[in-house]
C-alpha cells in the first residue's frame, strides 16, 4: 500500500494498524548517506546536514516547535563560518542601510534625466521630496 503512497519530504510511508498507509517523520539515520561532499546541505540553524533528505528529517522531527517552525534549506554546501556581529557594526547597521539605500535612489533618480529612466513619475516625485524637500517631513 506505501507503494504508490506520497510523503512530503521528512516524512516515509509506515502501515497503520489497519494496515492503512500514513505519513510519520522519517528518522534522519533512515536516511542514505551522502556519497559526496557536494551532497551536503546548511540549514537555517547554521548546521551542516550531510544531504538534504537529514534536513528535512530533522525538520520534522522538530515539527510543532520553534526550533522545527525555523528550519529551512538555508544553501547547498557545508554551512561557512559566519562570526557574530560586533556590538558597533551592530550599531552602524541602521545607518550604512539607509546610506546605502539613499544612494540606490539617488542614482535610479538621476539615472537619465532626459528620460524618466527606471522611476515612475510618481516615484521620481517621491524620491525629489524625500531627498530635496526636507521641510515637508518638519
Known amino acids: 500500500p506505501c507503494e504508490n503512497f506520497r510523503c512530503k519530504r521528512g ?3 509506515k502501515l497503520d494498524g489497519d494496515g492503512k498507509p500514513g505519513c510519520v ?3 534522519p539515520l533512515e ?13 537555517t540553524d547554521n548546521k551542516t546536514y550531510d ?4 534536513l528535512f528529517a530533522a525538520k520534522c522531527n522538530l515539527e510543532g516547535t520553534k ?8 544553501y547547498l554546501g557545508p ?21 546605502w539605500l539613499k544612494n540606490v535612489l539617488l542614482q535610479l533618480y538621476e539615472h537619465d534625466s532626459t528620460s ?5 513619475p510618481k516615484q ?10 526636507p521641510w515637508i517631513y518638519l
Open 116 to 120: 524618466p529612466g527606471f522611476l515612475t
Open 31 to 43: 536516511c542514505p548517506p551522502s556519497m559526496n561532499e557536494f551532497e551536503h546541505v546548511c540549514g
Open 79 to 99: 554551512c561557512k563560518l559566519i562570526p557574530k556581529c560586533m556590538k558597533n557594526e551592530l550599531v552602524q547597521f541602521p545607518l550604512r542601510m539607509r546610506d
Open 67 to 74: 526550533r522545527g517552525h525555523k528550519l529551512h534549506l538555508d
Open 124 to 133: 521620481r516625485f517621491r524620491v525629489r521630496c524625500t531627498f530635496y524637500c
Open 25 to 27: 517523520c522519517q528518522e
Open 11 to 13: 516524512k516515509t510511508c
Open 51 to 54: 544531504t538534504s533528505c537529514k
